[in-house]
């Protein structure tokens, strides 16, 4: 009985240690490369210009000071909501870092850090939409509501809207010609994407909630069960609110508003 025991709590003990050994955290600083999957038309988060191809944004500049805090090199990996749990999952990054919203749906397969972020839900429409002119008018017969397909606006539209037409398109893109060219009233996208609706087009509105429409937690994703490396960078994102390189990076970005600096 007692040689049993013995050999169970090797057994025990040995796939602990093979758990340690597989931890992310091991491959992140035996390859000296952080991989981070980033969306890169997220304005403000992880936002690639077309003219010179560089990312900018809070996450971008917090992935750089994560990988500077490992001490390793770190490479960007072009994903989006759509893509966002394969993914990760799949080991095609080490963690998912461009302001994700944190749903249900997204929790039953993704862990995620402490949020960093919080945005409410606003409206795009067009300069020249007469239909819409307040908060009051989205959700009425006849107007027809556009998401992007993997959002987290989409599982909320769908809840959310009694009498208006909600479509859902494939990427960002689609949703925005719908409204320009009329085919859709309105889009739904956040606080940092309608910055960049309203600075690089010359068509798009911004219709805000009367009051607290659907606010949402941003955080980072990764593969659950790796404890090591979960805790790792919940030490680095506790840091950076104590340094004061969150808020740096929030200010920078013109995102302060919605950081969550305590």
């Given at each position: 009985?007692?040689?049993?025991?013995?050999?169970?709590?090797?057994?025990?003990?040995?796939?602990?240690?093979?758990?340690?050994?597989?931890?992310?955290?091991?491959?992140?600083?035996?390859?000296?490369?952080?991989?981070?999957?980033?969306?890169?038309?997220?304005?403000?988060?992880?936002?690639?210009?077309?003219?010179?191809?560089?990312?900018?944004?809070?996450?971008?500049?917090?992935?750089?000071?994560?990988?500077?805090?490992?001490?390793?090199?770190?490479?960007?990996?072009?994903?989006?909501?759509?893509?966002?749990?394969?993914?990760?999952?799949?080991?095609?990054?080490?963690?998912?870092?461009?302001?994700?919203?944190?749903?249900?749906?997204?929790?039953?397969?993704?862990?995620?850090?402490?949020?960093?972020?919080?945005?409410?839900?606003?409206?795009?429409?067009?300069?020249?939409?007469?239909?819409?002119?307040?908060?009051?008018?989205?959700?009425?017969?006849?107007?027809?509501?556009?998401?992007?397909?993997?959002?987290?606006?989409?599982?909320?539209?769908?809840?959310?809207?009694?009498?208006?037409?909600?479509?859902?398109?494939?990427?960002?893109?689609?949703?925005?010609?719908?409204?320009?060219?009329?085919?859709?009233?309105?889009?739904?996208?956040?606080?940092?994407?309608?910055?960049?609706?309203?600075?690089?087009?010359?068509?798009?509105?911004?219709?805000?909630?009367?009051?607290v429409y659907h606010v949402t937690p941003y955080?980072?994703?990764?593969?659950?069960?790796?404890?090591?490396?979960?805790?790792?960078?919940?030490?680095?994102?506790?840091?950076?609110?104590?340094?004061?390189?969150?808020?740096?990076?929030?200010?920078?970005?013109?995102?302060?508003?919605?950081?969550?600096?305590?």
């Amino acid at each position: 009985m007692r040689r049993l025991f013995a050999t169970s709590l090797l057994l025990l003990l040995s796939a602990s240690a093979v758990a340690e050994v597989r931890s992310q955290l091991d491959r992140i600083l035996a390859d000296k490369t952080l991989r981070v999957c980033v969306w890169p038309d997220y304005f403000g988060i992880s936002y690639r210009d077309p003219k010179n191809r560089q990312l900018t944004g809070i996450d971008v500049d917090l992935a750089k000071g994560l990988a500077r805090d490992l001490g390793v090199g770190l490479e960007f990996i072009d994903s989006s909501f759509a893509r966002l749990i394969p993914d990760v999952l799949e080991n095609r990054c080490d963690i998912a870092m461009f302001a994700i919203g944190i749903t249900p749906q997204r929790q039953e397969k993704l862990r995620f850090t402490q949020p960093h972020l919080a945005s409410d839900i606003f409206a795009i429409t067009s300069q020249s939409n007469r239909r819409i002119k307040s908060w009051a008018d989205i959700d009425k017969p006849g107007v027809v509501v556009a998401v992007a397909k993997g959002t987290l606006h989409e599982p909320v539209m769908r809840d959310k809207l009694k009498a208006a037409t909600l479509k859902v398109f494939d990427t960002p893109q689609a949703r925005e010609q719908e409204v320009e060219s009329g085919r859709a009233d309105v889009f739904m996208t956040d606080y940092p994407f309608s910055r960049r609706m309203l600075k690089t087009t010359d068509w798009a509105r911004v219709i805000r909630p009367d009051g607290v429409y659907h606010v949402t937690p941003y955080a980072w994703a990764l593969r659950p069960g790796d404890d090591r490396w979960h805790g790792r960078v919940e030490q680095y994102l506790l840091q950076a609110r104590r340094n004061g390189e969150l808020k740096a990076a929030a200010e920078r970005h013109d995102l302060l508003p919605i950081a969550l600096l305590n």
